[in-house]
């Protein structure tokens, strides 16, 4: 019996205008900088304008991917609201699938722009077993205080009684054709720009670090510490981290070389160093395992997985050939791929935009 589950961070998949652009020039979109705007009514009609013709290639790339997908259980991150997944769903995702996504999930999480993280579920696997959804529950609320998280590290920008998820850890228990799946859906803290001397990575460190630890601790205390071997879960999402990333040299005139290169310290060592959870996409090659291109210009360019699908020992061990696809269909021409991985972008695909995403979805499909 088979599931194909999939994991995506659709990018800002959001149903308002954002104007504080007018006020907040790191907030504005390039192309309007290009203009004299001389009023604030003028700057909301151009960024309304600006917004709705982007959003429509966008959405259609972003649907393209989720097809590609043809997962039976999608996990997305950066989503508005339901209204604007059902808006998506019904004029967008519909026409490229067929047969859209009945069962959908969402609770309101902690992050200060509203996107949370969203879980859509057909009615029956492709090979027609009843997917059910027994319970859905937030763990946005958690604290620091309330796992005993907090540390000297964490000092600095937080207090004991501070949320621990920026987002949210979203527990859901599945039955799929009456067999017990659970999952945890996560979207860590964005690492960000440098600070304090550090880079975005380092300086964010310790938040992910604790949220990663809080992760652990849910499904420990869900399944008993130590007794989590024989338990059928999985953890999906945007991690925000890396344990090894891809660097990028050299120019278009010269050539590029792709240098992997592992971190001596992640977030997700948690995850990792005692064999808890399994990253199954280091399945794939080593220079074959990124999700996202990051690039500050010609300086600071590697490709990363930042989008993970992390199976529980007895899944894994039940999957010991499964491999996971990485959809990077929708990734814009921009994006450097080492030799061999060119793909055929969808139609309309942009230098930078539009995209289907920045991030590239994750499947894979297990045995349950």
Known sequence: MSLRLATFNIENLMS???FSGFRNILKQDRVLRLFEVKSEGEYQRLEEARTISHTDDTRQMSALAIADCDADILCLQE?????ALQAFEY???FKMVGNGYRQKYLIEGNDSRGIDVAVLVREETRDGRK???IDVKSHASLTYAD???FNDGLAATNVPGDRIFKRDCLELDFRIGGRPLTLFVVHLKSMGPARNGFDGRTSTMPVRTAEVAAVRRIIENRFGAGNTDGEMFAVCGDMNDYQERVDVTGDRRGGYSFVPRQESASALDIFSHDGFVENVVRRRPELDRWTLFH????QERHLCQLDYIWLSKALAQRNPSSVPEIIRAGQPYRTLFPPGQEVERYPRTGWDRPKASDH?????????
Do not use: H, K, Q, W
Not at 361 to 367: G, K, N, R, W
């Open 79 to 83: 989503a508005d609201n339901m209204a």
């Open 16 to 18: 308002r205008f954002d």
């Open 91 to 93: 004029g967008y995702l």
């Open 147 to 149: 796992l005993d998280l």
């Open 360 to 368: 590239c979805p994750v499947v894979v499909t297990l045995d349950v």
């Open 131 to 133: 997917i059910e959804c």
């Open 295 to 298: 690039s500050r210009g010609p």
